[in-house]
């Protein structure tokens, strides 16, 4: 496994984030698809054998179960704390990111995790209903006091996250050093506005759906498995570019042949070729992180990542929220 650091920070990450989405309590109204205690113990402790090291959850997932589920593993399989990086979310809760919702939110997260702080706690939607100045007062709060080392921020639009990082530096208050945003081979509008501003503040990528929910990792569009059955939000994200997006897929696999190795890996080594610190990975299977993590050490040829990003047509934004007011 290789590392780097988190943004500005002394905080070392696998190139590779478990997506901790994947594990809770399965519901009619989260996600059907999410693995039980048992099976999540199983995949964080491949991944912990496999050199990983970096956890992203949120207060929501699984109503909260995956903060819980994520926890009790490491503790159950002896992960000493500080040798592991945790990411939780705040946001899709009451207050969204007003200074009383974070107070409370950041508590329940910790509970839940059985820790007494985060590494990375990181916003995940902007709040158009709460000043910029209260919601990054309160973070930085959080770092000072201890309870979250670094801040990071999720899918918004460019402006938004410019005018963030702005409010915190004319303060003197902590700055975001992560983004978790939406990008993929099938999914890359933030090239245009919010991936430059990252790069120009020195902020780390740790993408979510690296591999466009599944459509990167093989041929044809639907498979058999629960998730692609169940999950509504999937088809909501992708199915609209089906037709557009299905060439790319083609391509991916294409390239997967010239090297000899899975689509997985190719989409995987196409997100380091564009400066990626450590795409999000959501596994349910085993034989998924093995694949993933092999990732890693794969660099793709110029003409390649040329090549993969040929067909490419502009999208439906997918992941900022838009101001309904």
């Given at each position: 496994m290789q590392y780097s650091n988190l943004g500005t920070t002394d905080i070392k990450v696998s190139k590779i984030c478990v997506g901790c989405m994947s594990y809770g309590?399965?519901?009619?109204?989260?996600?059907?698809?999410?693995?039980?205690?048992?099976?999540?113990?199983?995949?964080?402790?491949?991944?912990?054998?496999?050199?990983?090291?970096?956890f992203d959850t949120a207060n929501v997932y699984s109503h909260g179960t995956s903060e819980e589920f994520l926890g009790q593993s490491l503790r159950n399989l002896g992960i000493k704390r500080d040798s592991v990086v945790i990411a939780s979310k705040v946001y899709f809760n009451e207050g969204h990111l007003s200074k009383a919702a974070i107070k409370r939110e950041i508590e329940g997260t910790l509970k839940r995790l059985g820790t007494d702080y985060l590494d990375l706690y990181i916003i995940h939607r902007f709040d158009y209903e709460t000043p910029i100045e209260e919601t990054m007062e309160?973070?930085?709060?959080?770092v000072v006091s201890g309870k979250v080392r670094a801040l990071g921020a999720s899918a918004m639009f460019g402006y938004q996250f410019h005018n963030m990082q702005i409010v915190a530096e004319q303060k003197g208050l902590a700055k975001f050093v992560a983004m978790e945003n939406h990008y993929n081979l099938l999914y890359r509008e933030d090239e245009l506005e919010l991936i430059p501003v990252t790069k120009q503040y020195g902020v780390s990528l740790m993408p979510y759906?690296?591999?466009?929910?599944?459509?990167?990792?093989?041929?044809?569009?639907?498979?058999?498995?629960?998730?692609?059955?169940?999950?509504?939000?999937?088809?909501?994200?992708?199915?609209?570019?089906?037709?557009?997006?299905?060439p790319i897929v083609e391509r991916v696999s294409e390239i997967a042949n010239k090297y000899g190795v899975s689509m997985t890996q190719i989409a995987l080594a196409w997100q380091y070729a564009k400066g990626v610190t450590s795409p999000i990975v959501g596994a349910t299977n085993p034989k998924h992180f093995e694949d993933a993590v092999k990732?890693?050490?794969?660099?793709?040829?110029?003409?390649?990542?040329?090549?993969?990003?040929?067909?490419?047509?502009?999208?439906?934004?997918m992941g900022p929220l838009k101001d309904n007011s």
């Open positions: 309590k399965p519901s009619e109204d989260f996600h059907q698809w999410t693995l039980e205690l048992p099976e999540t113990q199983k995949m964080i402790k491949q991944a912990v054998d496999l050199g990983v090291n970096f309160a973070l930085n709060e959080l759906s690296p591999l466009a929910g599944g459509h990167l990792s093989h041929l044809g569009w639907e498979t058999s498995s629960k998730r692609s059955q169940t999950d509504v939000t999937l088809r909501s994200k992708y199915d609209k570019a089906r037709e557009i997006d299905l990732s890693v050490d794969l660099k793709l040829a110029l003409e390649d990542v040329c090549y993969l990003e040929e067909l490419y047509l502009p999208h439906q934004i």
